[in-house]
Nanobody, 116 residues
Framework: QVQLVESGGGLVQPGGSLRLSCAASRNIFTFYVMGWYRQAPGKQRESVAI???????NYADAVKGRFTSSRDIAKNTLYLQMNSLKPEDTAIYYCNSRDYVGNDYWGQGTQVTVSS
């Protein structure tokens, strides 16, 4: 069983920055897909930044130019650097991975609140 543990959420003012981390319990290159999703109150979960087999992640239009996702293979960790945060970025952020046999894994989520 794979475990994904997110950290780094919190309360930040508009225009501020946060960095989220997702530590995986196994080599992240064993995953076919790995990335970040978020769910705001009353809304459906949406993708934020997703790595597939290519080298660069795909970003949601709403975060392009503000968010950057990266991977540290040695630490089996996925990151999401969030800059120029807006109130509409307020959500629970989840880490997700899917392996080559179709198993889907989710972290427990970390709350990000952007408010003055």
């Amino acid at each position: 069983q794979v475990q994904l543990v997110e950290s780094g959420g919190g309360l930040v003012q508009p225009g501020g920055s946060l960095r989220l981390s997702c530590a995986a319990s196994r080599n992240i290159f064993t995953f076919y897909v790995m990335g970040w999703y978020r769910q705001a109150p009353g809304k459906q979960r949406e993708s934020v930044a997703i790595f597939t087999t290519g080298g660069s992640p795909n970003y949601a239009d709403a975060v392009k130019g503000r968010f950057t996702s990266s991977r540290d293979i040695a630490k089996n960790t996925l990151y999401l650097q969030m800059n120029s945060l807006k109130p509409e970025d307020t959500a629970i952020y989840y880490c997700n991975s899917r392996d080559y046999v179709g198993n889907d894994y989710w972290g427990q989520g970390t709350q990000v609140t952007v408010s003055s």
